[in-house]
């Protein structure tokens, strides 16, 4: 044991001596904090994944993903924004990697001790520490990257070990050295930039006090100051400070411009605009992908140093500009925009160069790249970045649209054409055939929920009844002003009149599907600003059915208060159904919805399974009333009445559907 006391004391003397450096232990000391912020920032190395770790790491990521689902499945404004969730759950598994990466830098740095030696031997590197004594044969050394203070050396697939250049006794010891180990390993050493040897202290008010310290720096950099680039505080926590503080500096812009311009309550009751988040946030991507490109050619390639170079000039400037938000009728407000990002411009071009330290060419290249950034950053916020709206007023974008669509003069003169085109195309029913037709009746066009629920009502008869040239929709829309004729009372007695000379009165059915808002007195709501039409009401129609000739009735009335239409219509040849009590209000009548609470239960739900309507108005009726209890609603009751002889009627065409419609 003594002997190899004295060998190791004879080997540590000859690190004094240059000849005889490459033959000695080298002895290595390093903090924990300097040997994981070397690994995780000097050279291409990463840490692999194991089988193991990527399922268990799979396994964690979608058990909280699937939580995150469950209980944002039931929150209003993510439930309605589903690319919300999206977002959340990426960002999850962006933390999930950074924290692997960071967990396994600290296991290795933690593998190789706080001290430790090593040598050369010509068959390998000989290593030797408090946790093991290893020789690593020269071909598992993977990889040598050279540092202005240290030099790395890679071994295998996850290993690395550091060797400062102050363990030497003098440079040209450290050169001899290095020199030695490229020509026994037969690698060549690669350079990289210094990095500091201070890890980051990962604490809330380090953190903020590094944010308003770089804030203050930002107001350096417009003044064109020489010495603000010593007063940045680098860090990865700077990039989302940042960007959360230019999305709250553009909601309280918005906020306040509407409270100026509309009122307190107004501003109150503006919707958030999600969407601008995304316009937000791509400020901050254009400005890191700006950062990267210039630092990597520079002396100096820190990218998060060149991230806050151009990022505290913008935000200054995005302050500026937030706090004359409400002036920008003015008509000095452009140039005075324009002004302000050119000189954030030569503030951040500035900033640049002197941070990272550029030469004349890499200048020249830094500038038109920031030209470049601020250019497409202010295009982005003038046109999009915007986070609080006035609120949404249905009606008001209905009667604009319409104001716009419906005045046009060719509408009016094209209107009794599309009638009689649509009329005409009703094709006479077969004798001894039991067919349906349909008359499919939208009112309200100031919402397109109606418009939605007759076109897909008349699609589902065709295809499921067979009704495909026995049906007539008419709808009140400015979208389909020159596809459907308007949903009047005239058009609405002509379709009947033109329907019961079709049909064979004894054998063949008509189904009426009425859909629109409704009154408590009963009036069917027939509007399409800015015509007037004649009212509708349940003695008015049961005036035209029976002006029409048409025997056997089906119909359905979907609107609030419908339920008064039943007394009215009743007959033994009729089947009438409401979507609500007469007293009560039915729900889903929501402008951009496909389907009311009725309409959807009885057509897209229970007529896709039954041909029973009948039996399908019964199960609509159960599925309505649970959806009613669930979203708390006042109950609407629909209401049904059957005529004695309408059922066999029914029966008998439903028989007949049989070969056709199985």
Not at 316 to 339: C, D, S
Not at 639 to 657: C, D, F, N
């Amino acid at each position: 044991m003594s002997g190899m006391e004295e060998e190791n004391k004879t080997q540590d003397e000859s690190l004094l001596d240059v000849d005889k450096a490459t033959e000695g232990w080298i002895l290595v000391e390093a903090t924990i904090a300097e040997r994981v912020h070397v690994f995780a920032s000097g050279a291409p190395w990463r840490c692999r994944f194991s089988a193991v770790q990527l399922w268990k790491l799979a396994a964690l990521w979608g058990f909280v993903s699937l939580l995150l689902y469950a209980v944002t499945g039931h929150v209003g404004v993510f439930a309605a924004n589903p690319e919300i969730v999206v977002a959340l759950d990426l960002l999850w598994l962006l933390v999930l990697l950074g924290w692997h990466d960071r967990r396994m830098l600290r296991r290795l740095a933690q593998s190789i001790g706080p001290a430790w030696r090593f040598c050369l031997r010509d068959d390998g590197l000989e290593v030797d520490s408090v946790l093991s004594h290893t020789l690593w044969r020269w071909e598992a050394v993977s990889g040598l990257v050279r540092r202005s203070d240290s030099l790395l050396v890679f071994l295998g697939a996850n290993q690395a070990l550091m060797l400062p250049s102050r363990c030497f006794a003098s440079p040209e010891v450290y050169s001899r050295w290095v020199e030695c180990l490229q020509r026994l390993s037969g690698l060549e050493v690669r350079t990289a930039a210094s990095v500091s040897w201070h890890l980051p202290a990962w604490r809330v008010f380090s953190i903020l006090a590094d944010f308003g310290r770089n804030v203050v720096t930002g107001l350096r950099f417009l003044l064109f100051l020489r010495s603000a680039a010593a007063h940045l505080r680098v860090g990865d926590a700077q990039i989302p400070l940042f960007a959360v503080s230019w999305l709250l500096v553009r909601f309280a812009a918005d906020f306040f411009s509407l409270w100026l311009d509309q009122g307190m309550e107004a501003a109150l009751g503006g919707d958030f605009f999600v969407y601008g988040i995304i316009s937000g946030l791509a400020l901050v991507l254009l400005v890191l992908i700006c950062a990267w490109g210039v630092a990597r050619r520079s002396a100096r390639p820190n990218m998060l140093a060149a991230f806050l170079a151009l990022a505290v000039p913008l935000w200054w400037i995005e302050i500026v500009q937030a706090g004359t938000f409400w002036w920008a009728n003015a008509t000095w407000y452009p140039a005075f925009v324009w002004l302000m990002w050119a000189w954030a411009l030569c503030a951040a071009a500035v900033a640049l160069m002197r941070v990272l330290q550029l030469a004349l060419l890499q200048r020249a290249s830094a500038l038109c790249c920031v030209a470049l950034l601020y250019g497409a950053a202010h295009l982005l916020q003038a046109d999009n970045f915007v986070l609080w709206t006035p609120s949404y007023d249905e009606n008001a974008a209905a009667e604009a649209w319409s104001e716009q669509n419906v005045t046009n003069e060719s509408v009016l003169y094209s209107q009794p054409e599309l009638l009689d085109d649509a009329l005409g195309a009703i094709q006479p029913g077969r004798k001894g055939v039991p067919e349906l037709y349909l008359l499919a009746y939208g009112g309200y066009g100031e919402q397109d929920v109606f418009l939605h629920e007759v076109e897909s009502v008349d699609k589902l008869f065709a295809e499921r009844f067979g009704t495909r040239g026995h049906s007539v929709v008419l709808v009140n829309s400015p979208q389909t002003l020159e596809k459907h004729p308007m949903a009047t009372t005239i058009a609405l007695r002509e379709a009947l009149a033109e329907i019961g000379k079709k049909m064979n009165r004894d054998e063949d059915v008509l189904f009426l599907f009425m859909t629109s808002h409704g009154a408590r007195d009963h009036h069917f709501s027939l509007e399409l600003g800015p015509y007037v039409f004649n009212e509708l009401t349940p003695q008015i129609l049961r005036g035209m059915l029976d002006e029409s000739g048409v025997k056997n009735r089906v119909i359905l009335v979907s609107a609030c208060y419908s339920g008064g239409f039943i007394r009215d219509l009743s007959d033994r040849n009729t089947l009438v159904m409401s979507s609500s009590r007469e007293d009560r209000s039915s729900h889903g009548c929501q402008q951009g919805a496909d389907w009311t609470f009725f309409g959807k239960a009885y057509f897209d739900e229970a007529l896709r399974h039954t041909r029973s309507f009948e039996k399908a108005f019964d199960e609509a009726r159960a599925i309505v009333a649970e959806r009613e209890e669930q979203e708390n609603v006042t109950p609407s009751e629909p209401q049904i009445a059957i005529g004695s002889a309408i059922r066999p009627v029914l029966a008998t065409w439903e028989k007949g559907l049989e070969p056709a419609h199985p």
